[in-house]
């Protein structure tokens, strides 16, 4: 018999059904043996070497895994093809290896959890990397310096319980640095015209911009205008109303000519299947999932044999997989949606693990339907992610879609002749739509046939006030793009860095966008002023590259982390003895504490959420909660309380209703003003909401069931009842 050990007990499963009765499938569930929790783990005298432990609840599994292998004829490490993946195939050997079966390991790698990829693995299997073991191996150990050396920094500085993160922390600096921009951000008027116009002849009373021969025209702040009464041209800087107004009434009575169209035709490629980062944002951008969200997702998706692996850089697409798509786009869809020969994308970065494939489905005859009707274990979540990476594969190995670009220059002559304003309007007209069959994409406004020196009706026209906008704060889509542009973290890091962040309280996450909290910037600012070197991108983005060089076998992971730690060693001996203790701002309400009624109330921001305190902290411990209530807005569902903001036990905010339990209203989503929901729908929605819980707890592997306290053995009760008759008559001799 043959032992195959993978890492998670669907994708167990999932093998049994491929390899049959010859083998014996087990899943370690993950790591088993880690760093320690309670110390650093780290022999700072003896070239780093960690010292591992096996984790208290994966012991039973260690035990169970050494039983088994000791009978087995072969031992196939079958875990993710991934530096993680890797390091646990090695911790697995290291722990079942003894002299007797020191030769029986053989390493098996697939990307896709498919029969024929399964077999494959087993019939080829190969030999560790320890290179990828080694740069697992050095980005644990950088991490546990980081958190385990630095932290305690924060603790003596600022306040308990707070920690710092070689990626997180820099991550963390972002959004920071975005707040700060926000927050100087000094918005400037300015005024958008438009006019709509037709050709001469059409119904003028007909104000309708988009019926056929009718266009709108927009002036624009950065087209230039011709002042007839002064030599050269200008911009018309419309910053304010008094311009804006000026215009306008030219406008109202300009005289509307043709000068020029512009016709050309644009052929828009189809983008490359998805990364692990464009999957992130491509699932943030559509349906507002989180990058851990999405990874979770993903994760099934492919132990269900779906996809293939979801952490990749690479845009490689197998042979196989593109004669396939090439066969199903022929067939539906037809010849003239079928490139000549299949496309190939560049690598995206670097140090792109080419030997790994893009992210793409394994069956195209897969789709979303047949995802939900799977059973329990897979949502509608799962299909729609499915269903993109579906549709994002096929249309990669599309034809172009085909354009008519047109661009109409008017011209406006005031009624003097004096002023000449210039207005452009485009749009263009799918002629092909190629890859474009796949996705709704919005159609641009379509122009009538014009000709130059044409003359043109006036409509009607509008101005419109409007303001600059600050930089727009990061979203998951929008910061994992930018952690990617910088090199900071990995594709398989963003989602763990985004929830530490989070997790820590450090940002808020409202209405889908990061917020930096008052501890967070205080943090932020802290390790920037005194750990300006691993606070820094470009040595972040350095170091993200020496891990990729290690996995590569071309650097080495002691070397590595010495050059990072003795410098960092020496810059936290410097800061605890001379950087001075830091307070985190606070909001003053003016309010009495009423315990002490010495100190005042303040707003401090916890892990979940603000909440009130006395400003004699620790000498005065009062605190009470914070009741966020939306203004000037009833329960949906009562119509009598307020809808007010809660969290869970987990931090995670929910929208509710102020007269709970009499109403109970929740949503995660914030309801609209205006929005109002009866009984009925209520039952209704609650009703699937349960539906929707059954389902994900239908394939879940109960708990197993501990021993209760008075099923003791009679030693072990007799044992604890002494040790207490101990303890308390210690006590009283004592006092």
Known sequence: MDLVIVESPTKA???????????????????????????????????????????????????????????????????????????????????????????????????????????????????????????????????????????????????????????????????????????????????????????????????????????????????????????????????????????SQDLLQAVYTVAGVEKTQRNRQSLPPFTTSLLQQAAATSFGFSAKQTMSLAQRLYEEGLITYHRTDSFNLSSSALEKAREYIAHNFGQEYLPDKARIFAKKSKNAQEAHEAIRVTDLAINYQSVLSKGASLTEQHAKLYDLIWRRFLASQMNAAIYDQTTILVTASSQDAKRKYLLRSSGSVVRFDGWRKLFNLAQDQILPDLQEKESLSRLDQVALQKFTQAPPRYNDASLVKELEKRGIGRPSTYASIISVIVDRAYVERTQKKFFATAIGITVCDFLVKHFDNFMDYDFTASMEEDLDLIALGEKDWVGIIDLFYKPLAKKISEVTEVADRVQVPVEKTGEKCPECSEGEIVIRSGRFGKFKSCSRFPDCKYTQNIVETLPDQHCPLCGSGDVVVKNTRWGKPFYGCSLYPQCDFASWKKPEPNYKLTQAEWEEMKRKREEWKAKMNKNKKPAESKPSKAKATPKKAVAKKTSKVKKAAGKKAKS
């Not at 000791?70 to 093809?81: F, H, N, Q, S």
């Not at 006019?195 to 119904?203: C, D, H, R, Y």
């Not at 911009?209 to 205008?225: R, Y």
């Open 13 to 247: 499963r999932k093998l049994k059904d491929y390899l049959g009765s010859k083998y014996t499938i087990e899943a370690s569930v993950g790591h088993v043996r880690d760093l320690p929790k309670k110390n650093l783990g780290i022999d700072l005298e003896n070239n780093y070497q960690p010292v591992y432990e096996v984790s208290a609840d994966k012991k039973k599994v260690v035990a169970n895994l050494r039983k088994l292998a000791k009978t087995a004829d072969k031992i196939y490490l079958a875990t993710d093809p991934d530096r993680e993946g890797e390091a646990i195939a090695w911790h697995i050997q290291f722990l079942l290896t003894d002299a007797k079966i020191k030769n029986k390991f053989y390493r098996s790698t697939f990307h896709e959890i498919t029969k024929g990829a399964v077999q494959e693995a087993i019939d080829k299997p190969s030999k560790l990397n320890l290179n990828l073991v080694n740069a697992q191996q050095a980005r644990r150990v950088l991490d546990r310096l980081v958190g385990y050396q630095v932290s305690p920094v924060l603790w003596k500085k600022i306040r308990r319980g707070l920690s710092a993160g070689r990626v997180q922390s820099v991550a963390l600096r972002l959004i920071v640095e975005r707040e700060k921009e926000i927050a100087a951000f000094k918005p400037e008027e300015f005024w958008e015209l438009s006019v709509a116009l037709a050709k001469k002849g059409l119904l003028k009373e007909q104000k309708i911009f988009d019926q056929e021969g009718k266009f709108q025209a927009d002036l624009d702040p950065n087209i230039f205008i011709a002042n007839l009464d002064k030599v050269g041209d200008k911009k018309a800087n419309v910053k304010d109303a008094a311009s804006a107004e000026k215009i």
